[in-house]
Antibody
């Protein structure tokens, strides 16, 4: 069984950066894609980008290009999402999610990490 | 960019059938995935590639996709089905490849 376990909640200052981790267990890490999806309070789901660990390739949503960096470490089966220049509007729950194939469904999800941006 | 439109809310009595739509231009040409999210939890995949159910999802959940609308249907609705439901597609538009609908709150009366 595949499990994605994310790092804990963060409180960040405006203008700073946050790095959230997502450790995978079960399955073959490098064969799939790991995406990051966020949910602002009371709102819907928004995709930020993804990484294919076996290839090291990334895709980002235009809204976040230049501000988000997604990486993966196959040796530790961990993916990371780094979001910079934080604003209060970035306060959200950030989820990692695994798709078994490039444009397939998000079959497995992490538990979510609350990032609060506040001075 | 491509837009998915869902009704904000759907209400249904226990034992009845709930239908949640996901509208998009020529959506039948895309594969639609559906997720259920209960408060404080991560989304759970309930239908993928329009009509397929992951293991562990009750047969009461089914999906269809035709024309400009995909539909998630929940038969014999139970109180435990109450949740937010999101549709999702992948789009070739490089600006935003993965797109979610705005979500539908299913209320069991």
């Amino acid at each position: 069984q595949v499990h994605l376990v994310q790092s804990g909640a963060e409180v960040m200052q405006p203008g700073s950066s946050v790095k959230v981790s997502c450790k995978a267990s079960g399955g073959t890490f490098g064969s799939y894609t790991i995406s990051w999806v966020r949910q602002t309070p009371g709102q819907g789901l928004e995709w930020l980008g993804r990484v294919t660990p076996s290839l090291g390739t990334t895709n980002y949503a235009r809204n976040f290009q230049g501000r988000v960096t997604i990486t993966a470490d196959e040796s530790t089966t961990t993916a990371y999402m780094d979001l910079s220049s934080l604003k209060s509007e970035d306060t959200a729950v950030y989820f990692c999610a695994r798709a078994n194939e490039g444009n397939g469904p998000f079959t497995y999800w992490g538990q979510g990490t609350l990032v609060t941006v506040s001075s | 960019s491509y837009v998915l439109t869902q009704p904000p809310s759907v209400a249904v009595a226990p034992g009845k059938t709930a239908s949640i739509t996901c509208g998009g231009h020529n959506i039948e040409s895309k594969s639609v995935h559906w997720y259920q999210q209960k408060p404080g939890q991560a989304p759970v995949l309930v239908i993928y590639y329009d009509t397929y159910r992951p293991s562990g999802i009750p047969e009461r959940f089914s999906g269809s996709n035709s024309g400009n609308a995909a539909t998630l249907t929940i038969s014999r609705v139970e109180a435990g089905d109450e949740a937010d439901f999101y549709c999702q597609v992948w789009d070739s538009d490089a600006d935003h490849p993965a797109i979610f609908g705005g979500g539908t709150r299913l209320t069991v009366l």
